[in-house]
Nanobody
Framework: QVQFVESGGGLVQPGGSLRLSCAASGFTLDEYAIGWFRQAPGKEREGVSCISGNDGSTHYADSVKGRFTIWRDNAKNTVYLQMNSLKPEDTAVYYC?????????????????????WGQGTQVTVSS
């Protein structure tokens, strides 16, 4: 049984920071990739960042490069997304997702089709 639980969202002013957490259960972080995605009302879900299970390599969407950082703590079975220099356009519900085994590669891609397991989401609002 696989489960992901996001936390850490909230209200922050532009230029501020938040750290999101994704607690995983029934999922091996050093074998399967985890991605962060976000969706604003009326917008398509977009990939934000991901971390590979096989080697820990990371990828970022162009819109967040240099501002966001993803990492994992295998001992805590938790993946984090540090978000700095936040902008109003970062406002969205943020989801973490685990790579499925059907199309398993161990590498990460910021593409939703590669992920089978999704958390409930946590709201991030960037506003003055």
């Amino acid at each position: 049984q696989v489960q992901f639980v996001e936390s850490g969202g909230g209200l922050v002013q532009p230029g501020g920071s938040l750290r999101l957490s994704c607690a995983a259960s029934g999922f091996t972080l050093d074998e399967y990739a985890i991605g962060w995605f976000r969706q604003a009302p009326g917008k398509e879900r977009e990939g934000v960042s991901c971390i590979s299970g096989n080697d820990g390599s990371t990828h970022y969407a162009d819109s967040v490069k240099g501002r966001f950082t993803i990492w994992r703590d295998n001992a805590k079975n938790t993946v984090y997304l540090q978000m700095n220099s936040l902008k109003p356009e970062d406002t969205a519900v943020y989801y973490c997702a685990g790579e499925g085994r059907t199309y398993y590669s161990g590498s990460c891609y910021i593409e939703a089709y590669a992920y089978d397991y999704w958390g409930q989401g946590t709201q991030v609002t960037v506003s003055s």
